[in-house]
């Protein structure tokens, strides 16, 4: 198998434009992909079902989808993103045998864009955790340091970008999943605006609607690219967004002209911003005003606890639906210990919730929704940290001793007897919010829940060597200012060029 010496120079529009020039055969690309993760994956552990023959097909001559990424190598995050005849376990053992019959509808429009999907990335288990470590596969690495967490839920994705294995992978973000891998692994994550792209067949609102895909990747114009190819409207979707006057990538040449940017840095749990992470928002500021821009400090007056615990509250009402779907229709045997415990925990909580217990969450993201839109009435976008604390290393967030009772004791039959109260059912919820949430504490929650769209973008690396990005908030469906802020930033302060230091083909 041949070295494409320059492979990672490219991007994805770079290597599709060398495939339409002839420059280079795409089965010679795909081979550069395959060899870097069989020399790669099993130090970073990013890659958990390998489709090369699939692809090898897809790739066969010159005679390919007629895409911007036409025979560009690429990997689907192994979860929601159901690829037909390809197993997806979505990081559990509870899911292995499980391969799904059909694409979903945001796999279509990959394929329809000319990707070559040469595998399947790690996550964790049903994508419920900011840190890639399930039982099922074990823990993907970040590639700027092997000891460390690639961040999650789609931490495997974002680690192979990062490494250079493909040029751009695909991803979910329902808290934070994109942006925080992204920000851990020094890319470029974007989470598009509810109803932007397509969460079909396999969920109707994902999740209370706080969760969308897109793509990690390297480059902004590929985020872009990819985000003009998929966008559009979904048959039976409960959200529908304006197509945007122009192309995506047609924005990126445009200046965003004098932006009006708050800077704000919310705490919640009682928890302080690590000195890093408030530094990489303090040099953001500082770039952004040498380029003209305003930016003041303003609070958008949220509470960040009480987006986190309302968050929760809606992803544990719809986690036991969920799971009890899977077991009705066969994909799951049982709800036990095949499930891990904190999601078993979840789950269990889930079941125990009532309508009035429900109805407030959507009552509540409607109120923040209005909220954000009436605050950014003052300012084009929003700055904060991506996380609280820089990366962590691999193992260091598992639950433990008094997590641990605590999470048994929900599941036992005590536990249930005290669910019947409502004041002890919200203690339990944020105890859970405090284990597997405060240890990073992502700020990236609101725009999940408000359904705006946001980014993280690799502009600060610690005095470890480990990324630590940064976020903008957008108002809701312009994702074209946060393209051209993007595109500015990339120009002023390029971060394509570097490669990690904690792995090497």
């Known amino acids: 198998m041949s070295e494409i010496l320059d492979y ?64 560009v190598p690429f990997l689907l995050k192994d979860v929601h993103h159901a690829l037909k005849g390809a197993p997806m376990c979505y990081g559990s053992k509870s899911m292995k045998d499980y391969i799904p019959s059909y694409d979903a509808e945001i796999v279509r429009r990959f394929k329809r864009a000319g990707v070559a999907i040469i595998g399947k990335t790690n996550t964790p288990e049903f994508k419920l955790s900011a840190f890639t470590e399930p039982a099922a596969f074990g823990p993907t690495r970040n590639p700027w340091n092997l000891e460390y967490s690639c961040g999650g839920s789609s931490g495997g994705s974002a680690a192979a970008v990062a490494a250079g294995i493909v040029p751009m992978a695909s991803g979910t973000d329902e808290g934070g999943s994109i ?24 969920f109707n609102e994902e999740w209370v609607g706080v969760s969308t895909s897109h793509v990690i990747t390297r480059s902004v114009r590929d985020s872009a690219a990819m985000l003009d190819a998929t966008t559009g409207p979904e048959m039976g979707s409960p959200y529908s967004i304006e197509r945007n006057r122009r192309s995506f990538l047609e924005e990126l040449s445009e200046d965003p002209g004098q932006l009006k940017v708050a800077l704000h840095q919310p705490s919640a749990f009682g928890e302080k911003i690590h000195h890093e992470c408030l530094q990489a928002v303090e040099h953001a500021a500082a770039l952004l005003e040498s380029l003209g821009h305003r930016v003041e400090r303003a609070d958008p007056g949220y509470n960040e606890e009480e987006v986190d615990l309302t968050w929760l509250k809606g992803i544990m009402g719809h986690l036991a639906v969920y799971l009890d779907a899977m077991v009705d229709e066969g994909k799951i045997r049982m709800i036990g210990n095949n499930i891990e415990i904190q999601n078993r925990t979840m789950y269990q909580i889930g079941k125990r919730m009532r309508a009035i217990d429900f109805i407030p969450v959507k009552n509540k993201m409607r109120e923040l929704g ?52 409502s004041w002890i059912t919200g203690f339990l919820i944020k105890e859970l919010v405090r284990t597997a949430i405060t240890g990073q504490l992502p700020f990236t929650m609101i725009a999940n829940m408000t359904g705006q769209p946001a980014m993280s973008v690799p502009l600060h690396w610690t005095s470890d060597g480990l990324p630590c990005g940064v976020q903008f908030i957008g108002r809701y469906g312009d994702e074209a200012t946060l393209f051209r802020l993007a595109a500015q930033l990339e120009k002023a302060e390029p971060w394509f060029h570097k490669q990690p230091i904690g792995i090497a083909l």
């Open 370 to 421: 209005m909220q954000m839109a009436r605050f950014m009435k003052e300012y084009d976008l929003v700055l904060t940290p991506v996380l609280g604390k820089p990366p962590v290393k691999v193992g260091s967030q598992e639950p433990g001793k008094a997590d641990q009772f605590s999470m048994k004791l929900i599941l036992s039959w005590v536990g249930k007897m005290l669910s019947l109260n």
């Open 179 to 202: 942006r925080i891998p992204s920000s851990y692994c020094g890319v470029f994550g974007l989470k598009p605006s509810r109803g932007r792209n397509p969460v079909g067949p396999d």
């Open 8 to 71: 990672e120079k490219y991007d994805g529009l770079g290597l599709a434009e060398l495939i339409r020039k002839k420059e280079v055969k795409p089965d010679e690309i795909l081979e550069e992909a395959i060899r870097r993760i069989e020399k790669l994956n099993p130090k970073l552990n990013a890659v958990v079902h390998k489709l090369y023959d699939t692809a090898a097909e897809e790739t066969a001559g010159y005679d390919l989808p007629d895409g911007p990424f036409s025979g």
